[in-house]
């Protein structure tokens, strides 16, 4: 065969620049991926990373009490601020927050997962997805003002609960110590409910599809080897859906660990985490301060990462 | 072989999930009856009356306008660079296997998975640091930033799913890697990039915590609406607002799920 059979585009020599770019570029994989990655990398280094080390060296620094200027020496004593009853309070009442919100996230999501990945088929299924992807993607600022009208006074629980002759129930729960308050709007119970309806949905899909990689013959098998349908989910179906609940958890609890916006429309005046990063950058301008306890997120979601990653949850997303 | 699947749903179970369902639904239902409502001062429920008067008063608010607008404005060059950032990266970590590309797509997944506010405080400091004044562009800086993981993971689904083949095929038949590109992979990741731009769009246009640490004194759509949470001026504009924000956020879902659902039937993922 000689070379006059060929395409003529294997032999042809001159393809010009981009011809020959595009093979420079082909012989060369680790340039072309070099090339890909610059400017992302050059963005997400520079501008995100360059600020977050701006402000965690920040945390480093100290304020000068008396002339409320930053003083730039290296201190710890920032830090030790943080343990100083009023601010360890705050971080204490925004995990155990935290910790309900996701808790309750999944005693709520669960069932709807369960049935859209065991029941649901064809068109439910469709139903089923964009149920879940439209509240979980609109407006977040709608949703907590939806609750702001549901919470209120004279809002729609309150009329609700009065038609069902149960406003002495409601009076009850509201005179409960810490949980109630004046009105649901002004209490840590609204707060929670808000908390949960807004994160909520991002529980869900984890759940789901780790309930989908569970064979459906393992339940019967276990069905056939005698046990309840108790039994089957405690020992077959929740150990399997585990790492998806997990996956869920760590949105459910990293949102909620950061968010200063709910807790400042509807709950008391006590603050959560978000909050005090927000007020001390603002109002009081000790950015040391701030630093130091948006660190406090950073490193509870790092360790919750870590024992995430041990149950396998990272495979679940 | 496997037996028949019971069809039917325990009892308990439908209702655990449709009582679910209902409360993710109906506080976004509460939302459309309450624009209509003829209380001015109060959250009053149920509402003394219905009108279409806060509609035309809404239309004629120029601070609403000038909000929209930026909003817009914000959420439309945010997701050109976060789709030009996160195609970029999602071809390298998806084509290719390199040192440190683990580390990439946690680099892109960090802007997310941190709680906003650290987001914003670390970028206001910044600011601060260089002295560099607010304005819209200090916004687009913070939003582009989280949403290249969005327009990230659409595309980086989608490359795992075109055959390594079908590029070869293409180079086989004498196209240079540029023509690659415009004739096989666009064509075949294009649904998942405008899925992608789409709820980047979505993401940045509802943005609220990082804009109130990059924004200064202008105000997005969201800001606006969040200093009406504060300090309520006019509850029935508020509750148009409202209404009208989710039907613009509604779209964009919708079209993005529409856009991605058909993904398996992409050229070439049956190899």
Not at chain 1, 216 to 235: C, V
Not at chain 2, 151 to 158: F, I, L, P, Q
Request: hydrophobic share 55%.
């Amino acid at each position: 065969m000689t070379s006059a059979t060929l395409p003529a585009s294997i032999t042809r020599r001159d393809r010009g620049l981009t011809g020959r770019l595009s093979d420079t570029l082909w012989r060369h994989p680790q340039l072309f991926v070099a090339i890909l990655l610059i400017p992302p990398l050059l963005w997400l280094g520079i501008i995100y990373v360059g600020s977050l080390f701006a402000l965690l060296a920040q945390s480093f620094f100290s304020i000068d009490d008396f002339s409320g200027l930053v003083t730039y020496e290296l201190t710890l004593s920032t830090y030790g601020q943080l343990w100083s009853d009023a601010n360890f309070d705050i971080i204490v009442r925004t995990v155990l927050m935290a910790a309900l919100v996701t808790l309750a996230s999944a005693v709520v999501a669960f069932p709807i997962a369960y049935y859209a990945a065991r029941y649901a088929r064809g068109r439910m299924k469709a139903f089923f997805y964009l149920a879940v992807m439209l509240p979980l993607w609109s407006s977040y600022l709608v949703k907590v003002y939806a609750w702001k009208l549901i919470l209120a006074k004279e809002g729609i629980l309150t009329w609700f609960v009065g038609k069902l002759h149960l406003t002495w129930l409601l009076d009850a729960w509201l005179a409960l110590p810490i949980i109630g308050g004046s009105s649901l709007s002004v209490s840590y119970t609204g707060t929670f409910l808000v908390f949960l309806y807004v994160w909520m949905p991002f529980m869900i899909l984890p759940i789901q599809a780790s309930l989908e990689r569970v064979p459906g013959n393992l339940i019967e098998a276990s069905a056939d080897l005698g046990a309840t349908p108790g039994q089957t989910f405690r020992s077959v179906i929740f150990p399997l859906a585990l790492p998806g609940i997990v996956a869920g958890s760590i949105f459910t609890f990293s949102l909620t660990l950061g968010d200063y916006i709910i807790p400042q429309i509807v709950g008391s005046s006590r603050l959560f985490i978000g909050q005090a990063v927000y007020a001390q950058q603002g109002t009081a301008g000790n950015i040391p301060l701030a630093a130091a306890f948006s660190v406090v997120p950073i490193v509870i979601m790092a360790l919750y990462l870590t024992a995430a990653k041990r149950m396998g949850a990272f495979n679940a997303l | 072989m496997r037996s028949d699947r019971s069809t039917s749903a325990p009892l308990p179970l439908k209702i655990a999930a449709g009582a679910g369902l209902l409360f993710l639904h109906v506080p976004i239902l509460i939302i459309f009856l309450y624009a209509f409502t003829t209380e001015e001062k109060s959250y009053q429920f149920p509402p003394p009356g219905l009108t279409l008067q806060w509609f035309a008063v809404t239309w004629n608010r120029p601070d609403v306008w000038a909000a929209l607008t930026l909003s817009v404005k914000v959420a439309s060059i945010a997701t050109v660079i976060a789709l030009v950032l996160g195609t970029l990266t999602a071809a390298a970590v998806s084509q290719t296997r390199f040192f440190g590309r683990e580390a990439v797509s946690l680099l892109v997944i960090l802007p997310i998975a941190l709680p906003g506010i650290i987001t914003g405080i670390a970028l206001r400091s910044a600011f601060s640091i260089l002295d560099i004044p607010f304005s819209t562009w200090t916004i687009v800086l913070g939003h582009a930033t989280f949403c290249i993981v969005v327009v990230y993971n659409n595309a980086v689904a989608r490359f795992r799913r075109i055959s390594g083949s079908l590029v070869e095929a293409s180079m086989d038949l004498g196209a240079d890697g540029f023509q690659t590109f415009r004739y096989v992979i666009l064509p075949n990741i294009g649904t998942a990039l405008l899925a992608g731009g789409m709820l980047a769009f979505a993401l940045s246009f509802d943005e609220v915590i990082v804009t109130t640490f990059t924004g200064g004194q202008q105000s997005t759509l969201p800001i606006w609406m969040l200093e009406e949470l504060i300090r309520p001026r006019q509850r029935p504009v508020t509750n148009v607002v409202a209404m009208v924000v989710v039907l613009v956020t509604f779209l964009p879902i919708l079209a993005a799920y529409y856009l991605t659902r058909d993904g398996d039937q992409v050229a070439g993922s049956g190899k």
